[in-house]
């Protein structure tokens, strides 16, 4: 069973800079993408970032240029930098994974507060 662990999230002025991580456990092979995911306040789950093996990555719309995605795949372990933080960045963040064969896992989420 695959579990994703987060850590990071917190309090920030906006402008200000989070880093968030996430380590998968309990598979060595076989995560085809690892990202991360927000809900905001109010609203429905959406994509920030993920990565594909292979090297391809999908940033929304709204966080280029100030969020990147990097990946350890040696480490199963996936960070997203998040610099000049918006108050609209507030949201639970989750970790997201995805198997090879298609079955998906989520982390618990991981709270980002920005205040202005």
């Known amino acids: 069973q695959v579990q994703l662990v987060e850590s990071g999230g917190g309090l920030v002025q906006a402008g200000g800079s989070l880093r968030l991580s996430c380590v998968a456990s309990?598979?060595?092979?076989?995560?085809?993408?690892m990202g991360w995911y927000r809900q905001p306040p109010g609203k429905s789950r959406e994509l920030v970032a993920v990565n594909t093996v292979g090297g391809n990555t999908d940033l929304a719309d709204s966080v280029k240029g100030r969020f990147t995605l990097s990946r350890e795949y040696a480490k199963n372990t996936v960070y997203l930098q998040m610099n000049s933080l918006r108050d609209e960045d507030t949201a639970v963040y989750y970790c997201h994974a995805r198997m090879m064969g298609g079955n998906t896992y989520w982390g618990q989420g991981t709270q980002v507060t920005v205040s202005s």
């Open positions: 309990g598979t060595r092979f076989g995560l085809v993408v």
